[in-house]
T-cell receptor
Framework: DAGITQSPRHKVTETGTPVTLRCHQTENHRYMYWYRQDPGHGLRLIHYSYGVKDTDKGEVSDGYSVSRSKTEDFLLTLESATSSQTSVYFC???????????????FGPGTRLTVL | AQSVAQPEDQVNVAEGNPLTVKCTYSVSGNPYLFWYVQYPNRGLQFLLKYITGDNLVKGSYGFEAEFNKSQTSFHLKKPSALVSDSALYFCAVRDKLFSGGYNKLIFGAGTRLAVHP
């Protein structure tokens, strides 16, 4: 999976609790992304990062925040988890070199989150 | 806005037969198109991409895709299907290019391919 790890791989939590998912890469890619995958929706972008401390919202960002304090780590936080956030979450990376504008994204193994 | 559509939720094919997984796109400007495969309990794996050049793009595991500008399609194909090709396949298009080279991908809903022995 292209030097990308996600932790935890599985998590069950209760409504209202905060949850943080971690993505770690060893590829020195500039761009990092968080997606959620739900049946019938494919993958939808939650947040992305275009450098250390540089992040922006995707199409389904409500209820999520992110942080990137160093190149290799991108954290996704659910401030107060809801049942609608039960999903499989994927991290992706791209762009090892500045200026690569059309290279593909590489995906981590995913985190299955269940909010009861 | 850019978009992709995968008109079939599932495709069934017998092992050894050719397979096609369909994708159509809608973009302004030149399309940058991708195919990914997802095996059970795994992340997405890149198969191939079309940026420019030959309309027939060859990728991993014997897959290829045909870009057709007039039909705005980018169908995934394989001459002889294997049972091990059974998986979920996603088509994606680059949304737009941001300053600094960042690219955002828009994914289709996915097509489940089932190859029967």
């Amino acid at each position: 999976d292209a030097g990308i790890t996600q932790s935890p791989r599985h998590k069950v939590t209760e409504t209202g609790t905060p949850v943080t998912l971690r993505c770690h890469q060893t590829e020195n890619h500039r761009y990092m992304y968080w997606y959620r995958q739900d049946p019938g929706h494919g993958l939808r972008l939650i947040h992305y990062s275009y450098g250390v401390k540089d992040t922006d919202k995707g199409e389904v960002s409500d209820g999520y925040s992110v942080s990137r304090s160093k190149t290799e780590d991108f954290l996704l936080t659910l401030e107060s988890a809801t049942s609608s956030q039960t999903s499989v979450y994927f991290c992706a990376i791209s762009g090892r070199e500045t200026g690569e504008s059309y290279n593909e994204q590489f995906f981590g193994p995913g985190t299955r989150l269940t909010v009861l | 806005a850019q978009s992709v559509a995968q008109p079939e939720d599932q495709v069934n094919v017998a092992e050894g037969n050719p397979l096609t997984v369909k994708c159509t796109y809608s973009v302004s400007g030149n399309p940058y198109l991708f195919w990914y495969v997802q095996y059970p309990n795994r992340g997405l794996q890149f198969l191939l991409k079309y940026i420019t050049g030959d309309n027939l793009v060859k990728g991993s595991y014997g897959f290829e895709a045909e870009f057709n500008k007039s039909q705005t399609s980018f169908h995934l194909k394989k001459p002889s299907a294997l049972v091990s090709d059974s998986a979920l396949y996603f088509c994606a298009v680059r949304d737009k290019l941001f300053s600094g080279g960042y690219n955002k991908l828009i994914f289709g809903a996915g097509t489940r391919l089932a190859v029967h022995p």
